[in-house]
């Protein structure tokens, strides 16, 4: 069973930046694909980001050019560098497992971006 633990979140002003991480449980992290979502009240869980097991990336387009996607396999995490965050980036974070037979999700980490 795979648990998954994010962290990082928190209350940033406009323009401010976070840090999420994502620590999961179990010894064959490095192999399968890591994403991060968002989930705003009232509306659907969207990818943020995504990192496969050979470390390509893709990302949503209204987080092209702030936020990074990385993976320390060694330490079983994946992170999620926020730059220049924007009111509209507030949302519930929450970092996903795709492994072979099934997803495995976190519990997700708040932020909010406000002045």
């Known amino acids: 069973q795979v648990q998954l633990v994010e962290s990082g979140g928190g209350l940033v002003q406009p323009g401010g930046s976070l840090r999420l991480s994502c620590t999961a449980s179990?010894?064959?992290?490095?192999?399968?694909?890591m994403g991060w979502y968002r989930q705003a009240p009232g509306e659907q869980r969207d990818l943020v980001a995504r990192?496969?097991?050979?470390?390509?990336?893709n990302y949503a387009d209204s987080v092209k050019g702030r936020f990074t996607i990385s993976r320390d396999n060694a330490k079983n995490t994946v992170y999620l560098q926020m730059n220049t965050l924007k009111p509209e980036d507030t949302a519930v974070y929450y970092c996903?497992?795709?492994?072979?037979?099934?997803?495995?999700w976190g519990q997700g980490t708040q932020v909010t971006v406000s002045s």
């Open positions: 990192i496969t097991s050979g470390t390509s990336t």
């Open positions: 179990g010894s064959t992290f490095g192999i399968y694909p």
């Open positions: 996903k497992l795709e492994a072979r037979l099934r997803d495995y």
